[in-house]
């Protein structure tokens, strides 16, 4: 009887933690994570591209300069992907303008690994979980989340042009090799 038991219980949870490990069990986060992980490269990558000269390059005086655009979505992926996975955001001096390129782009990859290890462990189970992000805004552990993707997408999409301004193609215009 007591390995009848034991059967049955490996029966029973086998197949929850199949399903806890296979990406088909969570399409949502795991949608979410794609899209994290292919902005994320683009970013660095862009980051990588600019010369260090042109670090401190503005199109117009409102608009940030590439190395404050860089200091800031390295700082608004700590925030919210701390707030979405209840992970304490990463400490430390924080990479400013000032330090210049080198590193910018080390916190910046930082930054993208803390939200990668926070984006791996986020289940749809927990998309529509309540947390609080920017100035004591309500929104869903997903909302932060897409906070962080569309975040990625609207600043490459900035810093694409940038990069173009300068004579430079950004990643995802480049020839493969």
């Known amino acids: 009887m007591k390995q009848f038991i034991i059967v049955a ?33 683009n970013v660095v990558a862009t980051a990588e591209e600019m010369p260090e000269a042109k670090y401190k390059y503005h199109p117009t005086p409102e ?21 979405f ?7 430390g001096t924080k990479a400013t303008e000032a330090d210049g390129k080198t590193k910018l782009v ?20 927990k998309l529509a979980e309540p947390v609080t992000i920017f100035g004591g805004q309500r929104t869903t552990r997903l909302g932060a989340a897409m906070e962080v993707t569309n975040d990625l997408i609207d600043h490459y999409a900035a ?19």
């Open 9 to 41: 219980m490996v029966c029973l949870v086998a197949p929850i933690v199949a399903m806890a490990q296979d990406p088909a069990a969570n399409p949502l986060a795991a949608t979410a994570r794609e899209t994290f992980n292919q902005y994320s490269k």
């Open 63 to 83: 608009q940030m300069t590439f190395g404050k655009t860089i200091e800031h979505v390295a700082e608004v992926n700590n925030f919210a992907c701390a707030k």
């Open 85 to 91: 996975s209840d992970m304490p955001a990463p400490k």
């Open 106 to 125: 080390a916190g910046l990859k930082a930054s993208m690994d803390f939200c990668a290890e926070a984006f791996s462990k986020l289940t749809d189970a």
């Open 159 to 177: 810093l694409a042009v940038y990069l173009r301004l300068n004579g430079l193609l950004p990643p995802t215009a480049q020839k493969k090799p």
